[in-house]
């Protein structure tokens, strides 16, 4: 009988958990260090609405890794068989005056910069697009750490434009 009990509780329990803590798969995708967002669209589209979210900041963007591209191109070489993306790139950029704040506040600040946003589609989940970018860590003196706020919040806010 104690053991029929204890198995009922434990099957409460993860039950009300499952419920309650774990109900987005998203949850478990943002972190302290990073924020995910997904969205039911085309891939083309979201990209285009992130771009056009930091370009209407005055932003340019320095760079674009092709992260899905390079793993599906080197999955021979280390020996890969398993294909993660169908699309999966990473856009880098700064902000000037973000910037300039941050570094004159801390030179070694400079780790903080690019600002990443990365898009994605796994191949196993058609139609979901993904955009994720790591939250600065909120570090240093007063001045170090209103500047890296400022740098959390303008990647918020170009993720949330692009959405809306």
């Known amino acids: 009988m104690r053991k029929l009990k204890i ?58 890794n092709f992260i899905g591209k390079m793993l599906h191109r080197t999955a021979s070489a280390v020996g890969a068989t398993k294909h993660i993306y169908k699309y999966g790139q990473a856009y880098n950029f ?33 139609g979901n697009v993904y955009i994720t970018y790591r939250k600065p860590v909120v570090v240093g003196n007063a001045a170090s750490k209103k500047s890296l706020k400022a740098i959390g919040d303008l990647l918020d806010g170009i993720v949330k434009d692009a959405l809306e």
Not at 29 to 35: A, E, F, G, V
Not at 53 to 61: E, L, P, Y
Not at 104 to 123: G, K, S, V, W
């Open 94 to 126: 700064c902000s000037s005056t973000l910037s300039r704040a941050t570094m004159e506040a801390d030179p070694h600040n400079i780790a903080f910069c690019p600002y990443i946003i990365t898009i994605y589609e796994l191949l196993d989940e058609p």
């Open 7 to 64: 198995i009922v509780m434990t099957c409460m329990l993860s039950f009300t958990l499952s419920t309650f803590a774990g109900a987005s798969v998203l949850d478990s995708l943002n972190t302290s260090y990073k924020t995910t967002r997904m969205v039911k669209d085309d891939y083309v589209f979201v990209v285009d609405s992130v771009k056009g979210a930091i370009g209407d900041r005055g932003i340019k963007i320095n760079g674009v």
